[in-house]
């Protein structure tokens, strides 16, 4: 019997970072989104997507190619932040499709973004609606006192880490991994339906 499926957009994005304090006039921007599409039926990942974002206010510095491995030369040819939104909410349907982030600065820098440049925010409204924090869920599925970090999960559920960590893509594609350990363990329906507002 053929299902229907249950899509969900798990979201991962990688912003402009300094070692210390941002040079002066420089703000963190969004500069890559990384979209791993997930079927909660099937409990399979089937899409994986990856929107590069031009920064209009800050550069890539070198500690941000260091930690992401990615260039301003990379970036540049990306899109803007507004045409990222919008492909979020055409292409990927990111307006009715439920979606989870690992913790909730992802859905904070989108807010923070969207407000800056007068961008239509991509998700359901209001904000949190439809945001699942699969850290949260996670640390509540397995009793842990402390919220861990994406690599620390996939340890302590016995998953590979795929991939570059700290490239949304690859982090988009291993936070989906440990929702798809969160359904199979039937903690996903029970804790993931609340979206949380907890970092």
């Not at 699969?134 to 340890?155: D, H, I, N, S, W």
């Amino acid at each position: 019997m053929e299902h229907r499926p249950a899509l969900l957009n798990v979201v991962d994005v990688e912003a402009t970072c300094w070692e210390g304090q941002p040079p002066p006039g420089a703000v963190s921007e969004i500069i890559e989104i990384g979209l791993t599409v997930v079927d909660l039926t099937a409990r399979r990942r089937v899409g994986r997507h990856r929107i590069l974002v031009r920064p209009e206010r800050s550069e890539v510095s070198g500690f941000c190619t260091e930690l992401t491995g990615l260039t301003s030369a990379e970036v540049a040819v990306g899109v803007g932040f507004g045409e990222a939104c919008r492909m979020l909410a055409d292409v990927h349907d990111a307006r009715s499709r439920p979606w989870a982030s690992w913790g909730d600065y992802d859905r904070k820098q989108f807010e923070r973004q969207c407000r800056a440049a007068g961008a239509p925010y991509p998700f359901g409204r209001p904000t949190e609606q439809g945001h699942t924090n699969a850290k949260a869920v996670f640390t509540e599925a397995y009793g842990l006192r402390k919220r861990p970090g994406m690599a620390g999960a996939l340890q302590l559920a016995g998953l590979p880490l795929e991939g570059r960590h700290h490239r949304g893509e690859d982090d988009a594609w291993n936070i989906a991994a440990l929702v798809l350990d969160l359904v199979e363990r039937g903690a996903w329906t029970a804790l993931g339906i609340s979206p949380s507002s907890t970092p």
